[in-house]
Antibody, heavy 118, light 109 residues
Framework: EVQLLESGGGLVQSGRSLRLSCAAS????????IHWVRQGPGKGLEWVSG????????GYADSVKGRFTVSRDNAKNSLYLQMNSLRSEDTALYYC???????????WGHGTMVTVST | QTVVTQEPSLTVSPGGTVTLTCASS?????????PNWVQQKLGQAPRALIY???NKHPWTPARFSGSLLGGKAALTVSGVQPEDEADYYC?????????FGGGTRLTVL
């Protein structure tokens, strides 16, 4: 079964750091770009970051640029999101999403919750 | 800052047809934006519906279709079912980044 499983969320103080992980299974991880998408409480979806299959192409939303770093380890079938200088507005459910070569965001994880306290 | 705009809410009767749209602040939406549509039901993770403007995933019901309409991406639901009540988000590509629309809450009444 094709699956993405996020972990690493939790409660953290404003200004501190947290690292999220996303474990992939059921498909050839290094054939796909992977993205992070978040959703604040009662809010809509927000694209956060994406990384190509070989890490050559990386993008960030303006809201996280300079504070978040995405990376992947294809040998471990894993994606990471290093989040520094966290703010209250980063409080959200963070989803890991697979993107196909044809632009399809086709497989979504169930998310990991990050709560930033002030 | 790029803004993607969707109708905040729409209401449709069961069996009816409804079209949701997705506009870009940069101008007309084309296939080069690789429009995606996702559905999110209350309390659930999002689920992909349409990619690259009009392509369906294997699990996408036939009543859902994607298109370009008047410079916007569009999602049409024909023969709406009660289970289609959900939030719908479009997603557009801007080179190295992607932007979601604010979402449309579809009510089936």
């Amino acid at each position: 079964e094709v699956q993405l499983l996020e972990s690493g969320g939790g409660l953290v103080q404003s200004g501190r750091s947290l690292r999220l992980s996303c474990a992939a299974s059921g498909f050839n991880f290094d054939d796909y770009a992977i993205h992070w998408v978040r959703q604040g409480p009662g809010k809509g979806l927000e694209w956060v970051s994406g990384i190509s299959w070989n890490s050559d192409s990386i993008g960030y939303a303006d809201s996280v640029k300079g504070r978040f770093t995405v990376s992947r380890d294809n040998a471990k079938n894993s994606l990471y999101l290093q989040m520094n200088s966290l703010r209250s507005e980063d409080t959200a459910l963070y989803y890991c999403v697979r993107r196909n070569w044809n632009g399809a965001f086709d497989v979504w994880g169930h998310g990991t919750m990050v709560t930033v306290s002030t | 800052q790029t803004v993607v705009t969707q109708e905040p809410s729409l209401t449709v009767s069961p069996g009816g047809t409804v079209t949701l749209t997705c506009a870009s602040s940069t101008g007309a939406v084309t296939s080069a934006y690789y429009p995606n549509w996702v559905q999110q039901k209350l309390g659930q993770a999002p689920r992909a519906l349409i990619y690259s403007t009009r392509n369906k995933h294997p699990w996408t019901p036939a009543r859902f279709s994607g298109s370009l309409l008047g410079g916007k991406a569009a999602l049409t639901v024909s023969g709406v079912q009660p289970e289609d009540e959900a939030d719908y988000y479009c997603l557009l590509n801007y080179g190295g980044t992607w932007v979601f629309g604010g979402g449309t809450r579809l009510t089936v009444l």
